[in-house]
């Protein structure tokens, strides 16, 4: 039985702190919904079985489909929590032995970051935070929901750096925050990125701007964009910055907004230098481990596959995903540790190890 979990204080990344789940959330262990061994759909109910019927059976189904379909009537959704090695694995199964191009995550969310920056990745990393002179955490409860990254923006405080805040709830944050624009009514934080966006290209005065491509679509995109005297004076700080740091909560933006974001940081210059760009931050595990293991976001691309009829067996790997999805497909084989929504409609279930007995893995 596992009782407590303790941090590694030399770990450079962490410099031993903890997010809550790290902490708090290693009872999952011993829950009672817990998967202990595989099991596979006999007379319509789940029945547990040895591990070489589980994997015989798969390996049957999948090979029927390929027969009967071809080998892209396969497609496989993975979970953004599995390490670096896991998604190897992964995709490795997927190309040389499934034969199937079609490996999305169903759950994750595609970022706007990719249109303007080329990648979907922050351009910075968290230990940056303590020494950047202004910080500008942008529609995200930082303190709550990513704990350690809080941390390390209350260590810039205290450093000497200053934050401001753009949302639309109380947090954390607000009683650090030199500057605050409250979201409210109509007022979006996509209006709001817009007006900042709309400031610098009209002030002329950001070091990219004239060369930046795209500039002229960007300007007629936001040129119908009120500047309040909020928006000005914010604007105006984070341009005069000699280093800058947006930080969000991708799931917090849409695309749209978190293109909006990476557009201001290239329009202004603070990007592409030390302690100068965007941190995105992330709920899972390893959710930027998946986008560098070459895993993308699906945006609808299986659902629709298996709307058509082209996708006829599911690997499910990890992820909870809408059981709605997968109604009518002819095979459902599903990994993970707990018994799901997902896990309750497969054919077969397999469990995968837990972190906890998984040493030296690697996540981004």
Not at 240 to 254: C, H, V
Not at 343 to 364: E, G, H, L, N, T
Request: aromatic share 6%.
């Amino acid at each position: 039985m596992l009782l407590r979990a303790h941090p590694v204080n030399e770990d450079v990344t962490s410099e031993g702190l903890l997010c809550a789940k790290g902490k708090f959330g290693f009872d999952v262990i011993e829950s009672e919904t817990r998967i202990t061994r595989p099991m596979i759909r006999k007379s319509g109910e789940l029945q547990e079985v040895s591990y070489n019927e589980a994997f015989q059976y798969i390996a049957k189904k999948a090979q029927s489909i390929n027969l009967l379909y071809g080998s892209d009537a396969l497609g496989l959704s993975v979970s953004d929590r599995y390490t670096n090695e896991t998604l190897h694995l992964i995709k490795t199964l997927a190309s040389k032995t499934l034969n199937t191009k079609h490996v999305y995550s169903i759950n994750a969310k595609k970022s706007g970051l990719e249109y303007v920056l080329g990648l979907n990745a922050s351009t910075n990393v968290l230990n940056e935070i303590h020494h950047t002179p202004f910080i500008l955490s942008v529609g995200s409860r930082v303190m709550e929901d990513h704990t350690v990254a809080g941390l390390k923006i209350r260590k810039c405080i205290k450093n000497g750096g200053v934050l401001h805040l753009i949302s639309d709830k109380t947090s954390k944050l607000d009683e650090w925050a030199q500057s605050n624009i409250r979201l409210k009514g109509n007022m979006t934080l996509s209006h709001v990125l817009k007006a900042m966006v709309k400031y610098v290209i009209d002030n002329h005065e950001a070091p990219a701007s004239i060369r930046a491509n795209g500039l002229d679509s960007l300007r007629r995109y936001v040129e119908k964009s009120d500047v309040s005297q909020d928006v000005e004076n914010l604007t105006r700080a984070y341009m005069d910055a000699s280093k800058a740091i947006i930080i969000f909560d991708q799931e917090s933006l849409t695309e749209e907004e978190s293109a909006l974001v990476a557009g201001l940081a290239v329009l202004t210059g603070h990007v592409g230098s030390p302690r100068n760009g965007i941190i995105q931050l992330r709920s899972n595990a390893n959710a930027q481990g998946l986008i560098d293991m070459g895993i993308k976001p699906d945006a609808g691309m299986l659902s629709k596959l298996m709307e058509a009829g082209h996708i006829k067996g599911l690997f499910v790997l990890g992820e909870n995903i809408d059981p709605n999805i997968v109604k009518g497909i002819e095979f459902l084989a599903v990994q993970e540790t707990h018994m799901t929504s997902i896990a309750k409609m497969a054919d077969v279930i397999c469990q995968p190890p837990f972190y906890r007995i998984k040493w030296d893995s690697d996540f981004s």
